[in-house]
């Protein structure tokens, strides 16, 4: 069996032990799942002969060693294909190698992986079908992955990981106007479109859809991620976020800006976030977004120095939310986070130059989520503010514009670009740039033009 045993953004697969027919109940075996059980949690089966029924299923029997499988289309016009690869290639310490117009496909492994070196790139080409990480990049500097169509992977699309945290000193890494797609196809929870860590990366330009949880995860310092479209994510779980990071008070200085967001629910419609900061982290800065039809879109959950600036909200219910988790239930995790603050050297340059906040930090009420502003914001619908009592007096929230009609070009046709006669310029808005959010043509993609649907949204479930 499958399941979301008890928390809905941790899954499992558990091993049968018995079925009792007489008393309808499936008995599990050990090991248990960690977070233990709890009613009303949603689970299937899989591998169950039985269960075959449309195209695509199939059932192992280990005992004899015979696959059953209802292929997708007739055997005679396909090519069947069983891999055994793992990685396809591997750049060790190379610097200027580009990889252009290939197709990576069916392997156990995944498409390329890159460690160390400089300036690289993996260019206008394919990776599906793999059983791993379609790109891995670990260290080096200046390595880029643009234009390429990801999708049909087991685990995540691309995972950066570059620059030194100690000294700031950035990767330069690019990931940019790449579609990924119906990832997490295996491991459903925590494997994300893109996966960006350490110092001074960007991620840009990137469509990234239809996948049961995350499509950015982030950690690390001074990142930038803009111009990015995502939706019909975290479809699977819930308390999840499309992009998503948390826990760390270091982790400061990301910047998440001009993004199209949209379409964001969860399963069963019971809420999911745009931009999920989570378990008081900190120094964030959630600029110039669009946020369409996404529960609670941008979250701060106890966080400090955070700000959400000159954003678009349309119909997003809950669509700013900030709490004092850290003053309850959290607070205990307090101490974890100073240990990780200890880890940095935050007390010399360049930390206490750029963070000065962090050197009287554990001085200053840790658990207060104090320094997080709230302006130029544009709210369509009334019921948006979702702030905890003991948020409230630390918060600074000037300058938002709640209204039905904002100005927009053609609301309909989902153009919030605004007229001229705008009541938001006089608050200050500064214009999004709309028109430039997303996938843009280029000799340097591997496939033009990409169509793709937005997932439909689920039937709210009772709560």
């Not at 100690?166 to 119906?182: C, G, M, Q, S, Y």
């Not at 939310?321 to 935050?346: F, I, K, N």
């Not at 214009?431 to 039937?459: K, N």
Request: with cysteine; glycine share 10%; net charge negative.
């Amino acid at each position: 069996l499958h399941g979301y045993w008890f928390w809905d953004w941790s899954d499992q697969r558990q091993r049968v032990k018995q079925i009792d027919l007489e008393a309808h109940t499936i008995e599990l075996a050990e090991p248990y799942h960690s977070y233990g059980y709890r009613k009303g949690q949603w689970y299937y089966a899989f591998n169950a002969l039985c269960e075959i029924d449309q195209p695509g299923e199939y059932y192992l029997d280990r005992e004899t060693g015979i696959l059953y499988f209802w292929p997708p289309a007739p055997v005679q016009s396909c090519k069947i294909v069983v891999s055994v690869c793992g990685n396809l290639v591997s750049l060790r310490d190379v610097s200027n190698v580009t990889l252009r117009g290939l197709t990576f496909e069916m392997a156990r492994g995944g498409a390329v992986r890159i460690e160390g070196g400089t300036a690289c790139r993996l260019v206008a080409c394919t990776m599906r079908n793999l059983g791993d990480w379609a790109v891995g990049v670990a260290g080096g500097a200046q390595h880029a992955v643009v234009g390429c169509d990801m999708y049909d992977l087991a685990e995540g699309g691309v995972s950066v990981e570059g620059g030194d945290r100690k000294t700031l000193t950035p990767a330069a890494h690019l990931v940019d106007n790449n579609h990924i797609f119906r990832w997490g196809r295996w491991s459903r929870m925590y494997k994300s479109a893109v996966s960006v860590g350490g110092v001074g990366n960007r991620v840009s330009h990137n469509l990234l859809h239809d996948a049961p949880h995350t499509a950015i995860f982030f950690r690390g310092n001074e990142h930038i991620i803009e111009l990015n479209e995502i939706h019909s994510v975290c479809y699977e779980s819930n308390d999840a976020g499309a992009i998503y990071n948390g826990r760390d008070f270091t982790q400061r200085g990301t910047v998440i800006r001009h993004n199209y967001i949209h379409d964001v629910y969860g399963f069963r419609a019971r809420g999911c976030v745009g931009v999920y900061l989570d378990d008081m982290l900190s120094g964030t800065r959630i600029e110039g977004n669009v946020f369409y039809r996404t529960y609670r879109a941008a979250f701060i959950g106890g966080g400090r120095d955070n700000a959400i600036v000159n954003n678009i909200f349309v119909e997003c219910p809950k669509a700013i939310h900030v709490d004092a988790r850290a003053l309850g239930w959290a607070a205990p995790t307090l101490e974890g986070m100073r240990q990780r603050l200890e880890q940095m050297p935050y007390r010399q340059p360049p930390w206490s130059e750029r963070y000065p906040e962090l050197l009287t930090l554990y001085d200053d009420e840790p658990g207060v989520p104090k320094g997080n502003v709230i302006e130029r914001n544009i709210i369509v619908g009334e019921d948006w503010e979702d702030i905890a009592a003991q948020a409230r007096p630390h918060l600074t929230m000037r300058d938002n514009l709640v209204t039905e009609d904002p100005g927009f070009v053609d609301r309909a046709g989902l153009n919030f670009q605004l007229t001229p006669q705008s009541p938001a310029w006089q608050i200050g808005f500064v214009a999004i740039p709309v028109a430039s959010i997303g996938l843009y043509e280029s000799p340097d993609r591997a496939s033009w033009p990409v169509t793709h649907q937005v997932r439909p949204r689920p039937a709210a479930e009772d709560q």
